[in-house]
């Protein structure tokens, strides 16, 4: 019994130890699981692709990192989710969902890859392409248990891709587009590509310069020479560069540079070799030629109309001076060589040299303004432009040397015109303001008191007047733009020249009285004629004595003397003095006095009107006739005489007899249909022929002027040319086309007035041509014409 107790003891002892053998077995096992699968973990947590495991079920069982944020589910919600709810991939193109590669791999248990158009859609909808691939988990017994699904963001891939295929294609287009001839070798030298460029050039096919059949193309002098240094490069992997000649598709060897650079991979050794060839056979064949060249370049030198300098370029010492330099500075050429440049510079201007020199050196572009002293001490202004050339095998400042000092006088000429223009029309402004003021205030006056006759009398002489000197304005500045385009016309015939000056005092009574001048008039006891335009000729007097009147201060005296003289060659001259004693012309301006936007420029006289143009259009009608026109002046304050002088004709036409006044027909009413876009235009007029005694009507565009032709049947129509809808012209020719419209008289009314505008007119079928404001008088005879 003891021995049975003892046995079951050792027994149980035995059970016991074997058990914890067992356990601590156990144990290690679960920690060598536990450290493989922390470090499964620590493994697929540092890769950088993704991570998915599923079970046999395709539910997700783990994921890395990666995986979370390509996906956008964080793995304590993705554990137990099926594999396509957590990993949602659609196609490229169809954007049909795809089946993923896990399911694939646990169906038939192999590794599977989709690695081309799949996009994978995570949880918030953004989209990436992807490679993927998957592959069974298999358990001990070799069942398939699961698939692990890899896969990774090629959207940086794509990128870079794409850049190297542009990359590539940028090269291609250079390639095409360059005038030189590129080729590539493999990384022994051998042609294996074709070349475009290469076959253009030298005509061979590929067949014939693949391999080494490329040197049959080199001229065979140059073939060794050039298998030599072409493999010399290829063994050291260096640059090669030399100079052969290559047959072009002609025939011609043309002389060319070759430049070989090795492209290396990565490892570093060359993937292949880029050529470039250029031709430069006219590069060497100038080369060859520089010596003639030099010699042209002097035989240039010497004959240049400029003046040119050679210096030294550290003394800057004349070593060469061409004639028109000599010619120009007035020194021998042994005098040049023995000075500087700053010998004839002005020492004022020293540092803006250092600083051309400075620019030259570096091969940049200088001129230098500057003023340059002659021999004999005259300061001439000038522009230096200099360069550093090679001559003789020496480095020298080659200088040219441009006299601007008649240009500088030019531009000094141009600003002060420019000045004078910008004056001009200042007081053109003021001008046209001054009859403005008056004839507003009539507007006012002719409200406040429109039944006092006497004031509404003396009102509409002001403006009558104010009007008057508006137009004259305006008819000056077109006549100056006449005569810059040559369009004044002169209407020239034989007549005498005291009635015309009789005239034209006459006209100036106005002014002289409000002057308080006292005008003189001394004329011929002989008639004098001559041949000109008379309208044109009072219109040069008139400027003459109504300046003569405005520069004198009231109470002063102004003459008019006629006469005949002598010309140059003894040829009589009708000669028109007009004298006054008003402000004078300063002896600065009186040279200028003629020139266009130029006014006599002291204190007293800024306040007188003018624009400066009323000389300069007389001088030139005057010339369009043959004469002079002459200014003389002792200075300001001493008065001014103004010479008109005119060729008498020997034999020029008679005037023609006057034609014998008909009977005055007592006026008569007529319908008048009165056409402006401007109502205000259009009413006053017809309220001026109303009060007149005819029945008016008005119309404010050409579409109403036709209809209300055809309503009223007017004897005149007055139509403006520039309105909307339909223009005067277009509506004067469908009146004509009207029933009775041939019969009626037409009057253009406009403010175009131009010899061409008539023209139009005339051609459109208008009767009469009216410039704005209309002169009554002329309008009066118009209608009294039918």
Known sequence: MASDDQEDQQLRAVTLQNAQSVLLARRRVEEDLRK???????????????????????????????????????????????LPEVFHIINEQTRRRVQDPAQHALKDGSIVGLANHTILMSRDGTERPIDDSAAPIRDVGGAVSGAVLVFRDVMEQRRVELEHRQAEARYRSLVDATAQIVWTTDPHGQVVEDCPSWRAFTGQTYEQWKGWGWTNAVHPDDREHTAQVWGRSVASKSICQLVYRLRRHDGEY????????????????????????????????????????????????ECSPLPKWALEVKTLRFVDVNEAAIQLYGYTREEFLQLTVLDVRTAEVGEALTALLDRSARHLPGVDACQHRKKGGELIDVEVHLSEITLSQERVWLASIIDVTARKMTEAALEDTARRRNEFLAMLAHELRNPLAPIRNAGHVLRLAPDNREVVQSTAEMVERQIGHLVRLVDDLLDVTRIDRGKIELRQERIELAPVVTHVVAAAQALIQCMEHDVTVTLPPQPVYLYADPIRLAQIIGNLLNNACKFTDKGGTISVTVGVEGGDSCRPEAVVRIRDNGVGIPADQLRRIFEMFTQVDTSLERSRDGLGIGLALAKNLVEMHGGTLEAHSEGVGLGSEFVLRLPIPVDAPMPLPPVPSSTVSPPISRTILVVDDNRDSAMSLATLLSVKGHQTHTAFNGNQAVEAVGTLNPDVVLLDIGMPTMNGYEACRRIREAPGGKNMLLIAVTGWGQEDDRDKSSEAGFDFHLVKPVDLDALIRMLDSR
């Open 254 to 301: 043309r002389w060319s540079v070759v430049r070989v650079v090795p492209v290396m991979d990565v490892q570093g050794d060359i993937r292949e070799w880029v050529g470039m060839i250029t031709d430069i056979t006219e590069r060497k064949q100038a080369g060859d030629a520089l010596e003639e060249s030099e010699a042209k370049f002097k035989l240039l030198f």
């Open 36 to 82: 493989q699968s922390e470090w499964l973990r620590i493994t697929l947590a540092s890769i950088g692709d993704a991570v998915i495991s599923t079970d046999i079920e395709g539910r997700v069982t783990f994921m890395n990192k990666v995986a979370e944020d390509l996906t956008g589910w964080p793995m304590p919600e993705a554990l137990g989710r099926a």
